[in-house]
């Protein structure tokens, strides 16, 4: 810690810094906002909290120096090598756990010098936090790739009250059984005082294996910071972009495996196959935001998801017209917006998910009453978006039907009320309210 610098009363522990980090030529470093869910679920916290922020910057080697936001948060790098990156972020975090987590859609893969990097580098994750805490501070602990942090925090600062939150899903024991270092993540995560799981289902699931942590497990569904998606944007002129059509579909994801985003396009497709929609009034937008490239099983992802983009346009677009717009690209927070509003159904398909923020996002941009929600039964936002048209993702046909509800439906005063009881639902329980649920129930442990 900088000797200018003052210990922090709370400080968060994610592995990434709310920021991208850039390095000019004139040697200076300047941070942009970076977009993803945690980074929107806890910003506005740590503002409010003038906190502390420990995480990795997202590039390897060469590591900037503590720096703060505009918002007043302090940023304190964690450096990653790029062994480290690939064994630690890429392997443990991404090829081992993230597949184990999300019930083995994919194989996860077992490998012990991945484990010696997960170990490596969440106690250089601790030993950095336990610099930057205060006697007695709060430490909010996020997210799968840094499990063993907390046992390993307590072990140094029994002062610190610390908090661990599982942004993804926790697997029923069976699943998490076949981790070979099974023991030694449950003892990382017992380190925390309180352990938050997205919902009562994750929670059970770790109770099982941990009983006697009981009345330190809790589900505490995540949202987002709805204030965000209130400004209107020009919706006829979004929907000129696009030709006009009849109805807008969209898909928003980082472009994963477990999202389910071939499926969707495949159920779509089989409903222009069979003339239930029209390919000459109907468009399909697809944001699909690149992620953890390197790896086999997204690169593989992806270009079946982008084979059916070429297969669709080609069965059933037309010179001038393409039925499915897709973008392997970012956007800014501004043009998510904009396609969130101006969409007549949204569809998210994920097989497996913590929450899915981009449900609730939705959701938060339709004041109005317009739209419809397809939302996957196996996604957390299924708990609490009940009047979404709930599809199983697993089941092409399901997906197709509730699509084509959901179309049919457009306009209609049953589609109204679906729409504004989840913008209710969704509006009362925001991230605002999460984090103080959080952070109460932190706060109240002895
Ligand atoms: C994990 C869990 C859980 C996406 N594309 C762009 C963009 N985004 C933003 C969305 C949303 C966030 O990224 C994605 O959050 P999700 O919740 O949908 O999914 P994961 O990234 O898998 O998040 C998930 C979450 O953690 C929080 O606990 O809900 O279950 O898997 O906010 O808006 N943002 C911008 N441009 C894009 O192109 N600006």
Redesign the pocket.
Request: aromatic share 0%.
């Given at each position: 810690m900088p000797a200018t610098a003052k210990p922090h009363d709370f400080v968060v522990v994610a592995n990434r810094l709310p920021v991208d980090i850039s390095y000019h030529a004139d040697g200076t470093i300047s941070a942009q906002p970076s977009?993803?869910?945690?980074v929107?679920?806890l910003q506005p916290v740590l503002e409010q909290r003038q906190g502390g922020w420990v995480g990795w910057p997202g590039t390897v080697g060469e590591t900037p120096a503590p720096m703060s936001t505009e918002g007043g948060i302090q940023l304190h790098p964690v450096e990653l090598s790029q062994a480290d990156f690939e064994e630690f972020y890429e392997g443990f975090s991404n090829a081992t756990l993230w597949p184990l987590y999300h019930d083995v859609i994919m194989r996860p893969r077992y490998h012990r010098p991945w484990w010696q990097a997960y170990e490596r580098v969440n106690a250089r994750f601790a030993q950095r936090t336990a610099e930057v805490a205060a006697p007695n501070a709060v430490v909010w602990v996020q997210?799968y790739q840094l499990q063993l942090v907390p046992g390993m925090l307590k072990a140094m600062r029994p002062d610190l009250k610390i908090g661990l939150f599982l942004?993804?899903p926790f697997p029923p024991p069976s699943l998490f059984l076949q981790l070979p270092w099974r023991e030694q993540i449950l003892e990382g995560m017992l380190g925390a005082d309180v352990l938050g799981f997205?919902l009562p289902s994750c929670a059970k699931n770790f109770q099982a294996l941990a009983p006697q942590a009981a009345d330190r497990i809790h589900a505490f569904p995540?949202s987002?910071d709805t204030a965000a998606f209130q400004q209107s944007t020009d919706i006829q002129r979004t929907r000129a972009r696009f030709g006009n059509p009849d109805t807008l579909l969209l898909g928003?994801?980082?472009l994963?495996y477990?999202?389910g985003i071939l499926q969707r396009l495949e159920a779509f497709e089989e409903l222009l196959e069979q003339g239930l929609i029209d390919a000459e009034r109907t468009v399909f937008v697809q944001?699909a935001?690149p992620s953890r490239e390197r790896l086999e099983h997204y690169r593989l992802t992806r270009s079946k998801v982008e084979e059916a983009v070429g297969r669709i346009n080609g069965r059933f677009g037309s010179i001038g017209h393409s039925v499915v717009r897709y973008h392997h690209?970012?956007?800014?927070?501004a043009?998510?917006i904009e396609l969130y509003q101006a969409a007549d159904v949204m569809v998210v398909t994920?097989f497996k998910?913590?929450?899915?923020?981009?449900?609730k996002?939705y959701v938060a941009s339709h004041s109005d009453g317009r739209g419809a929600l397809v939302l996957s039964e196996f996604?957390?936002?299924a708990q609490e978006l009940r009047t979404s048209y709930l599809c199983n993702p697993h089941d092409i046909d399901s997906i197709k039907a509730q699509m084509l509800a959901a179309i049919n439906d457009q306009g209609s005063a049953e589609a109204q009320q679906r729409m504004e009881a989840m913008y209710q639902q969704v509006m009362h329980c925001d991230v605002e309210r999460w984090a103080k649920n959080f952070l109460e129930e932190l706060l109240s442990t002895p």
């Open positions: 977009p993803g869910g945690l929107a679920a997210d942004h993804i997205q995540i987002i928003v994801d980082r994963d477990t999202k944001v935001t690209q970012s956007l800014k927070r043009e998510l994920p998910d913590g929450m899915n923020l981009v449900a996002e996604a957390g936002a």
